[in-house]
């Protein structure tokens, strides 16, 4: 018999996730807004432990007794966590207790058609976080969104008219540029945390290329650096442009190039050789980065050394 663990549901409409979770229809059908609280507890036994969501899921825990579980692993979600879910990811099921209070904010990509938005979330990287790199917010920034979403819930409550689609796509416009906002907030006063992890993405990447794996593996990735790093790659890029003004592929670059000039003014090796110990498949892909960063090509570099 097939386990409940095992099993994968994609959901193509909000409509099917709220009956899925025991919900009523949403009153609208490409955007809904529910308030889990002690009179409306969350119902797990009814979902399964894995889906995939053709729409963006935006969690905001308002309060929260204990560790939450999503997929297989339980995580410090405080109250003033958010997580965010972008259409087609695998996502794990959260198991609320009652004693915890979230709204949940669905939302087809279809709502923002003929809107800036559509286009401009895209750009929000945060929607690719892992569910270990949540916003937290501040008291103060509790209680921002805590305002966005009670307006949002007020406008989904009252009278459609010929502007509450304009209206919402504001409320959700501002929500995510309070996010931006914030997790660049958190960028900072993580610092410490951040450093540690800029060390080590160096240290990975010296030791990438002392032990010749970009021979054997080619260029190193950000995908590469993020899973020994246990953080996604966009949390990594966003991490690092926080603290150096490089996103994670440009810091990569950066190395390569450092590397590159080692190799140039201390080696008799020839522009293809040092091309390919860098672990590029071709020796003009490298001698366009290196001037694209420097100005100049590889040749000058060294007739000028």
């Known amino acids: 018999m097939k386990k409940k663990e095992d099993d994968l549901i994609r959901f193509i409409s909000i409509a ?72 087609n990811q695998l996502a794990g099921t959260t198991e609320y207790n009652r004693n915890t209070h979230a709204y949940i904010l669905l939302i087809h990509p279809d709502f923002f058609l003929g809107y800036p938005l559509a286009q401009k979330i895209k750009q929000y990287d945060y929607f690719s976080y892992a569910v270990n790199e949540a916003l937290h917010l ?45 997790y660049k907030r958190q960028f900072i006063t993580r610092r410490a945390v951040n450093n540690d992890i800029l060390q080590k993405t160096e240290a990975l990447i010296d030791a990438y290329f002392n032990n010749r794996q970009s021979v054997y593996e080619g260029v190193p990735t950000v995908q590469y650096l993020s899973d020994k790093l246990n953080v996604s790659p966009g949390y990594l890029s966003d991490l690092l442009r926080s603290l150096i003004g490089q996103s994670a592929q440009q810091y990569i670059h950066l190395k390569l190039v450092e590397k590159a000039k080692e190799k140039l003014s201390t080696t008799n090796l020839s522009i293809s050789e040092i091309a390919y110990e860098l672990g590029f498949e071709h020796s003009q892909s490298f001698s366009r980065l290196f001037k694209m960063k420097t100005g100049i090509t590889p040749v000058q570099f060294r007739t000028a050394f």
């Not at 609208?28 to 797990?44: A, D, M, Q, R, Y």
């Not at 995939?52 to 339980?74: R, S």
């Not at 008219?161 to 540029?177: K, P, R, T």
């Open 16 to 87: 099917e996730s709220h009956a899925a979770f025991g919900l009523p229809k949403p009153q609208h059908p490409l955007i809904s807004l529910v308030h889990f609280n002690e009179s409306n507890p969350f119902n797990t036994d009814m979902a399964p432990i894995y889906n995939v969501l053709d729409f963006y899921k935006i969690t905001f825990i308002t309060k929260n007794a204990g560790k939450l579980k999503y997929g297989q692993e339980y995580y410090d979600f405080d109250e003033g966590s958010m997580l965010f879910l972008a259409p």
């Open 138 to 182: 501040s008291d103060q920034e509790k209680e921002i969104i805590l305002s966005v979403y009670t307006s949002m819930d007020q406008e989904l409550n009252s009278r459609v008219d010929e502007f509450s689609q304009e209206v919402m796509v504001a409320h959700i416009e501002l929500l995510l540029s309070y996010v931006n906002r914030f």
